[in-house]
């Protein structure tokens, strides 16, 4: 996918009420952005960083800007826009950019299921196979090369662990994609030393089937694509 129009730069001077930040412009305005973003954004918002942003033609938005990504002062470049996970996963197994994900005719999206009455991120389907099951999760936390997920406690991430593991049991496809949005990482493990319980449930899950997918986006201020699968370890 590509931005356009192009995205704008600033300097991050903070980030407030979980959905707003504040930045200033090269001609020295200050702007407040809307921050697509609930998670701690551990590393991904640092006063200084540069951002960049859109710009909505939306007159009814209280804030028009949208903050997409992130230069780091260290030189990673992050989105922290959770939406393009999604986005990019699809447009990714479309293009056939995903050979796990691929030879299925049908793609369909925020599909109700589960006991637990979640929506599942996509389904594939096509005759005479068993229907894949995808929950995606953006992956923006980063110590050096090592990403993890998540960036805090996530019982909504546990609960779609749970519910996985009863599609596999049920003689489905299930699959957890993590979309990696962060320029540095290089492999990827779960978050123990965040959240001990959803690092043992990923296990758990693995072993009873649900398959664990790590795609890495290519990054730039012109556009994204989801194409570099990363090695896991659980």
């Known amino acids: 996918m590509q931005f356009s129009p192009p995205l704008q730069r600033a300097v991050l001077v903070r980030r407030y009420k979980r959905f707003l930040a504040d930045v200033l412009t090269p001609n020295g305005d200050e702007l407040t952005l809307h921050c697509p973003n609930t998670g701690a954004m551990t590393g991904c918002a640092t006063p200084g960083d540069t951002v960049f942003y859109s710009t909505?033609?939306?007159?009814?938005?209280?804030?028009?800007h949208t903050w997409e990504l992130t230069l780091t002062q260290g030189g990673a470049l992050i989105c922290v826009n959770t939406l393009w996970a999604n986005r990019l996963t699809r447009e990714a197994i479309l293009s056939g950019l995903i050979p796990e994900l691929s030879g299925y005719t049908s793609l369909k999206s925020e599909?109700?299921?589960?006991?637990?009455?979640?929506?599942?991120?996509?389904?594939?389907?096509?005759?005479?196979?068993p229907d894949c099951y995808i929950e995606v999760k953006s992956v923006t936390l980063a110590e050096k090369e090592q990403g993890y997920f998540p960036d805090a406690v996530t019982e909504r991430g546990?609960?779609?662990?749970?519910?996985?593991?009863?599609?596999?049991?049920?003689?489905?496809?299930?699959?957890?994609l993590f979309a990696v949005l962060h320029s540095a990482i290089g492999r990827f493990s779960p978050a123990r030393h965040i959240d001990v319980r959803y690092a043992q449930l990923l296990y758990e899950a693995q072993q009873k089937g649900v398959e664990i997918l790590a795609y890495k986006a290519e990054l730039s201020t012109a556009g994204m694509t989801l194409k570099e699968p990363l090695p896991i370890t659980l």
Not at 58 to 64: A, L, W
Request: glycine share 8%.
């Open 56 to 64: 909505s033609e939306n007159g009814r938005r209280k804030y028009p």
């Open 111 to 129: 599909v109700k299921y589960g006991a637990e009455r979640s929506r599942i991120d996509f389904m594939l389907q096509a005759e005479l196979q």
């Open 158 to 176: 546990q609960k779609h662990l749970r519910e996985l593991m009863s599609v596999a049991a049920g003689g489905e496809r299930a699959v957890l």
